[in-house]
């Protein structure tokens, strides 16, 4: 008697929610011993990086093929597919050392593309302590940081057609607008960083991840689908 009424709560949780904001939420289950193990969400892009779900926590590091030389790597979500318009992307308790990380918004700028080239993809690099714009994630890291906050207890991110809002424990930190950017085609992890001649790398960690959108299509079968998979996985 308790599923069917805990089934018939889902329902009608699933019809409120049609006009109100659609939530998918990672906590990193340490289930599964990697993200790309959990199907369907995320997608490793880079073959110079690791990353694991331990102690509660998505954990990743950077594992250079030579040194000397600039690394970008990316954990694509693919949870929701894209293009995304209208979105809050959450993070906790992330921090990093010796490296840069954070949320890597794309744009594919195939239209623009004269055909056989290589297609032009526009990013913004938002890591715990700066922010960096990138084309192709090509170019020079650095040093440099615009914060002094290498670890963060939450970090918000808000994007809608153009405009974007970043916030660190709740306080603002950059509001700007690119016209560019009326969609987004991907949303990712990313990890950055030099590796010296010495062979220091650097590593990063998150303890969750929360994407929120009101526009989502998202059906009420599936939401029912992901609740459910939840309630059974705390019970």
Do not use: C
């Amino acid at each position: 008697m308790k599923i069917v009424h805990m089934l018939i709560l889902l329902l009608f949780m699933s019809v409120v929610e049609g006009a109100a904001a659609w939530i998918w939420q990672d906590k990193f289950s340490t289930e599964v011993s990697t993200p790309a193990e959990q199907a369907g969400n995320w997608r490793l892009v880079g073959n110079e990086s690791s990353w694991n779900v331990d102690g509660e926590f998505l954990r990743t590091e950077i594992r250079p093929r030579k040194p000397f030389g600039v690394i970008f790597q990316r954990l694509q979500f693919i949870a929701s597919p894209g293009p995304y318009s209208n979105f809050t992307i959450t993070l906790e308790n992330i921090g990093v050392a010796s490296a840069k990380f954070g949320i890597a918004l794309g744009k594919n700028f195939k239209d623009e593309t004269p055909p056989g080239e290589i297609e032009d993809i526009g990013y913004y690099l938002f890591f715990t302590n700066d922010m960096r714009v990138a084309r192709n994630l090509g170019g020079h890291v650095g040093e440099g940081q615009r914060w002094n906050t290498h670890e963060l207890e939450r970090m918000e991110l808000r994007f809608k057609t153009g405009r974007f809002q970043l916030f660190a424990e709740g306080e603002a930190r950059l509001d700007f607008k690119d016209a560019n950017f009326r969609t987004i085609d991907s949303i990712s992890f990313i990890l950055a960083g030099f590796v010296p001649n010495n062979g220091k790398v650097g590593k990063a960690w998150v303890d969750s991840f929360t994407f929120a959108t009101p526009s989502l299509s998202v059906s009420s079968r599936d939401k029912l689908t992901t609740r459910w998979a939840r309630i059974k996985q705390n019970r």
